[in-house]
């Protein structure tokens, strides 16, 4: 396993954790300072402060970025919501390219409606399906602009409202139906936050390879959890075997970043800076 | 499919459903009341209301058991709580007995301690393997007294502190590896709540079968969701495709109680009799 306690070098962050301190030029700014190498900006976050001002920030200050959060949301009541869902993700596609993502994440979705209350149907097989379609329309567009998609499965506590997708298994034998020459075109997003409960998860991380391991996200489960979105842990303080999991990953050949995405009012009420000194102290001792 | 739309024959209540409504003797009454034919009482009811009191009670108002909640929780951090653990879980299947219970249910235990804040250890895998030996240590005893266990893969979210057995595929693999003959002596309980989210859901009804089907229990996910235990929601009021999972359930050879077990405050806040009524309207339209 490569040695973590020395220094940030394979530390990512994802912009998600600072969004209630900062705007991104500040994350970005907060990160360089620290020698934190990598982020994995989002979406509204790249749109406030404007995409091509970021990706010249970015560039600018040394960073590179370990993924784009987030497409995915391919589920809709009808052929109309379908196609914006395609066209959303193809917006999305061209926006990680013009930072120099190395993979696009996805948060497939799921009952569509269900995030906004109302769920417009519950038959969770069809969502299932749509998402299989919709990833398989995005592949090509994807692979024109050498953007990786990166399925996460999503905790099955966010089944209902925001990924139908909820275990590796399911997230590899979608890479396996659309891309069985693992091109390196489609592959998983692993977060320790969602998979760690899995009795497979091992024999999963095995199977994806390399090839599949697309990207790798940190963080912990506290216990108890106080909430289905907004509770995440910091590193150290749940009950997620993080140096077990990677151990797995890296002997299946994932060598990127590990990157520590956290949402939680707990460490939103802190600064920006110690947000980071802890994020980089758990990383070292712990991850 | 039975049809259930015409009377009660199939309903029966979980008495965690009123506990905060009423003792047990008042719950018996008001299902014997309402010609619901059966309960699952809790250890914690029918050790307050009396042993023998209750299983007298129960035949005398013409009722019979869908199951016996709950044995269980098998980790401990040495020796001597394992050996407690088996003790328990003796005692339960006892109690199961004199209640002419058709079933005892498992909630299997996870890290032990962690559903009191302080887990012992976090090494999920050591956990499901003193599952596996306690229910492998747990299964000649029932066996002579007659008592089916019904293993219950908990919903993921519940898997630090509650159970480590998640899956149905996973509660089924323990059963073919304790009980390779299918001899009914080992099986599931399906809780519609932990499971609906799984793909894998119909085909390992379909694997259950008959001999593995121990348990059947209903209520609904409710979109969103605002609490990690308690906020279970009335058949209809959430998400979960309560008729499809039935027809699988029947299909694979199923023909017992379809169990309401709700924890709720929401439902904890109604009386005991607006609780049964409702229960029984939506058991009929919808389960």
Redo the contacts between chains.
Sequence with gaps: MRDFSQGTAHLSINTATLRKQLPLPGIIEACAQRAIPAICPWRDQVAAAGLQATAKQIKAAGLVLSGYCRGGFFTAPDAAGLAAALEDNRRAIDEAATLGAPCLVLVVGS?PG?LQ?K?AY???GLA?SQVIDGIAASLDYAKKARIPLAIEPL???Q???RA?V??ME?ALNICDALDPGRTGALGVGLDVYHV????KLEAQIARAGKERLTAYHICD?L????D?LNDRGMMGD????LRKVRGWVEAAGYAGFAEVEIFSDRWWALSAGEVLDTCIARYRKLA
Aim: glycine share 6%.
């Design positions: 009952l269900a209350g769920p519950t038959d969770i299932r905790h099955p506590m089944a209902a409202d139908c909820n275990t399911q760690w409960w899995d009795p489960w216990n108890p959890t106080r289905l749940g009950v997620i075997e």
